[in-house]
Every structure is written in C-alpha cells, then in structure tokens.
C-alpha cells in the first residue's frame, strides 16, 4: 500500500438515488431487503467495523495515490452520519423542506481527511453513528413520520424511510470500499 496522501481524488458527480430501486452491483446493497426497524442498529454495526480497520495500522494507507484511504473513507462515513442526521431531524420538524447542499468533496479538501488522526476519527464516527441511529430509532415502527418527504437541492424528493435507506447505502458500499484492509 502507498502513503502518498497527496495525490487528487476523482470526485464523485454520480447521482446514487437510483440504488432505491435496485441492488448496488459493487457492493451489494439492497435498499428493498432492508426493514426501517433496523436502520438505526445497522448504523451502530457499521460504525464498529469502522472502529476495527482504524485500528489497522495500515489505516491511512490509500491503496492506490488516487483512492482515499480507510482513514478518509471513514471521514466521509462520520460526515455522512452526522449531515443524514441532521436531515432526518429537519424532515421530522418541517414540512418537506429541502436540504442545504453538501458538497462532499469539497469538504473532504477542507477538512483534510487526509490528515486525520485514525483512532480521534474512530471516536468522533462512533459518536456521530450514535447520533444518527438515535434520529431513526426516535420513529415508532407504524408511525405516519416515515413518510415524511423531504428535498435534496437538485430535486431528488425522499420520505425519512427512503432516506434512511440511502443513508445506509453510503455506509455499506464504503465499507466494501476498504474490504482489502480487512481481508488479510
């Protein structure tokens, strides 16, 4: 593995909305298969296998100059927490708002995933994953709020339901994403 941190990554302009209706072909998820009961804890189960493999010491190690680490995937896996949480609770507060913009690789840039601190990332993941389950476990099973719609700025419209299941999308295919350093 290489360490050098300061190749470019490529951004990300895909729109993976589409992952709603048909399994992910990398990774595997199937946003169907998933029952909103479990969102949350599915939340908590990722975040652990993410407190294993920063605690690789080969975690900041990018497997290839343009491919973020596991160190940095985990940055954007902690961010992705912490900004579906914050949606989660505006889409429960008001009536289908629209989301500001998250320019993910914008901040991975400004925020320097790649000179994060593996175990303080491995605290902050684990506290914003708490966070963001405790947004969907807040959700009674029958509740009316799952179907609450909300906007992302390009138009794509979700309930909570469909957003939770495209948040765990990300956090399932990143970990597909690091499967190497897991795989010896």
């Known amino acids: 593995m290489t360490t050098e941190q300061s190749s470019p990554i490529e951004p990300d302009t895909k729109d993976w909305t589409w992952v ?10 199937d946003a169907g298969a998933v029952d909103r009961a479990d969102i949350g804890q599915t939340i908590r189960d990722n975040a652990d ?23 940095e995937y985990a940055c954007h896996v902690r961010d992705v927490n912490s900004v579906f949480a914050g949606r989660v609770r505006q889409m429960i507060a ?15 840039a400004a925020d320097r ?13 684990a506290a914003a994953a708490d966070d963001a389950a405790a947004a969907y476990d807040g959700i009674g099973a029958d509740d009316a709020t799952w179907a609450r719609p909300g906007r992302r700025s390009n138009g794509s419209v979700f ?11 990300d956090l399932v295919h990143h970990r597909w994403d690091v499967r190497w350093i897991m795989s010896e």
């Open 113 to 125: 995933y790649d000179l994060q601190d593996p175990t303080l990332v491995a605290s902050q993941l």
């Open 49 to 71: 296998f993410w407190s294993r493999v920063l605690a690789d010491s080969r975690a900041a190690d990018r497997p290839r100059p343009p491919v973020w680490s596991p160190t």
């Open 159 to 169: 309930t909570v339901e469909s957003l939770g299941r495209y948040h765990l999308h």
């Open 20 to 29: 709603l209706d048909e399994a992910c072909p990398e990774c595997g998820y």
């Open 94 to 108: 008001a009536s289908d708002p629209e989301f500001a913009n998250w320019d993910q690789d914008e901040t991975a």
